[in-house]
């Protein structure tokens, strides 16, 4: 029911509310679909690992105690591994950022060999040099086994960065930079005072892009970092399940023994999965509202 504007209410139609019951009902099953495996997972985590197995674990935690959150936090490669991930979590997004958002708004701006740059960077997204390559130039950059490789190498995306440039160039106009420049405003001063402060939007969004790509990057730690004190928490996570999918030869040690370890690893498979994505989950409502406002970024052409 819709209420007209001098107060009469207008009444929705059949049609409407056929087509209001189908599209809620699809939305609930969409959400139940997404939402169910991490509840599974959440569960799962605080169960007994036997009722999980016999599929007793559905609604709620069969068994509950907190003995996996527990083992996963004295597993010291588990901690070295979160602090890794955490340490190219930071300091990737906030170099991405940096380079972006300044790229960004250089190549809204008219100068000489813009489109040529244009036309290079887009050449980035459709072709590339290849793994074996791509390892060798790491090799002779001497960024192996190093931290920086896991920051610099993806320092800028390019999609990313025409993102950024269509919004500047669509929510920038020219004239601001104009009267600012009248006043004395430098092209430097312009953009950390105008230009960053208007686009918290951008910021927050490329950020979350950026921080969930390290957060869950695994493969550049598996071709690229050969120490283990290196590793991110994702190839930590992987080892492990890995290792969980390997049988335990009963005859070679206890079965009592065997049955244990087995119980162990699958504990520590669900809550090191709740462990590895519980930062994103949290920090996803509070940057939701820049979802709802930045929609439609890129999407206008001027």
Same mark, same amino acid.
């Given at each position: ?74 597993? +010291? ?182 049955? +244990? ?26 940057? +939701? ?14």
């Amino acid at each position: 029911m819709v209420l007209a504007s001098k107060g009469h209410c207008i009444h929705d139609t059949r049609s409407d509310r056929v087509f209001n019951i189908i599209s809620t009902t699809l939305l609930v099953l969409v959400l139940l679909v997404s939402v169910y495996p991490l509840y599974f997972v959440l569960i799962a985590s605080v169960s007994d690992v036997n009722a999980v197995n016999a599929g007793k674990v559905v609604l709620w935690p069969e068994g509950f105690h907190l003995d996996s959150y527990i083992r996963v936090f004295q597993n +010291q490669r588990v901690l070295l591994g979160y602090r890794n991930t955490v340490i190219y979590t930071v300091l990737g997004t906030l170099l991405n950022l940096a380079l972006t958002l300044t790229a960004g708004y250089a190549l809204s701006l008219e100068f000489p060999g813009r489109r040529v740059a244009m036309f290079f960077i887009t050449f980035t997204m459709y072709f590339s040099g290849g793994l074996i390559p791509t390892y060798f130039l790491y090799k002779d950059l001497h960024l192996l086994n190093t931290v920086w490789v896991m920051i610099i190498p993806g320092a800028v995306s390019a999609y990313n960065l025409i993102i950024a440039r269509t919004f500047f160039h669509t929510n920038i106009p020219k004239e601001l930079y104009e009267v600012a420049e009248l006043d004395g405003c430098s092209r430097t001063r312009f953009f950390f005072s105008v230009v960053l402060p208007l686009s918290q939007v951008l910021t927050a969004i490329l950020g979350l892009f950026y921080a969930v790509g390290h957060w869950n990057s695994y493969f550049d730690a598996l071709m690229f970092l050969n120490e283990r004190k290196l590793h991110p928490l994702q190839l930590v996570l992987r080892e492990i399940l890995i290792q969980n999918s390997v049988p335990v030869d009963d005859k070679m040690i206890d079965p009592d023994v065997a049955e +244990q370890l087995r119980q162990i690893k699958e504990l520590m498979k669900y809550s090191l999965i709740v462990v590895s994505s519980l930062p994103v989950l949290i920090a996803y409502p509070f940057l +939701q509202k820049y979802f709802v406002k930045g929609i439609m970024i890129g999407s206008i052409k001027g």
